[in-house]
């Protein structure tokens, strides 16, 4: 932890070899304290560039990828859901708008916790960030959790200003949740998508 402290004295290119490893030992250690969340709390704590926090946050979305569903269930019952939590509440530290832009990506990869996950996701300002893969993951998501992916997406895109870029992948997205029951949240995010891509993304 007092490695984790002193990034920023860290050169730039072994910055990311750190964030990397400390979110594997988030999800992959079986130490009590670890399991209740406690130690990413005192991670987050000590780590006072939020640029930072934002990069080990990154690297848990890039391991949650190569996780079967269930073991992405059992990391949000395990921490995430209550270390989420305290973050909007403020604790250990107040959670900036690009923490809670790459928590949101930890919501594609929940499947029966994806509604869950988008309420937690909506309740702090949050958008796309440049570059993210979000869309096209999502985009895999959208016929088994319409709902959640509806409601998580109008959000980020209301947070998400122009240039924007993957509008591909949105009007993908849009087209899937065409052919279910339209979800409640529909709306917000055909009016986002129309602001940031024009009319012709939203066409059934």
Not at 52 to 80: C, G, N, V, Y
Not at 81 to 87: E, L, Q
Not at 153 to 158: N, P
């Amino acid at each position: 932890m007092s490695t984790a402290a002193r990034t920023t004295e860290l050169p730039d290119n072994l910055r990311p070899q750190l964030t990397a490893r400390l979110a594997t030992i988030t999800l992959r250690s079986q130490v009590d304290h670890v399991t209740s969340g406690a130690w990413a709390r005192t991670l987050t704590a000590a780590v006072t560039d939020p640029v930072i926090r934002t990069d080990w946050i990154d690297h848990i979305s890039f391991q949650l990828k190569t996780l079967p569903a269930d073991d992405a269930e059992k990391q949000w019952r395990r921490w995430m859901r209550a270390y989420w939590k305290d973050r909007l509440a403020g604790t250990p530290v107040i959670l900036t708008t690009e923490e809670a832009s790459a928590m949101a990506a930890w919501v594609v990869h929940l499947t029966a916790s994806a509604d869950d996950g988008a309420q937690l996701a909506t309740e702090h300002p949050a958008g796309i960030p440049p570059h993210s893969d979000l869309l096209r993951q999502a985009a895999e998501r959208a016929s088994q959790a319409p709902a959640a992916m509806a409601r998580l997406l109008g959000h980020l895109l209301r947070g998400t200003q122009p240039a924007f870029y993957d509008c591909q992948a949105l009007q993908q997205i849009v087209q899937e949740l065409h052919s279910q029951p339209a979800p409640p949240d529909m709306r917000t995010l055909l009016e986002q998508a129309v602001r940031l891509c024009g009319p012709a993304s939203v066409a059934p």
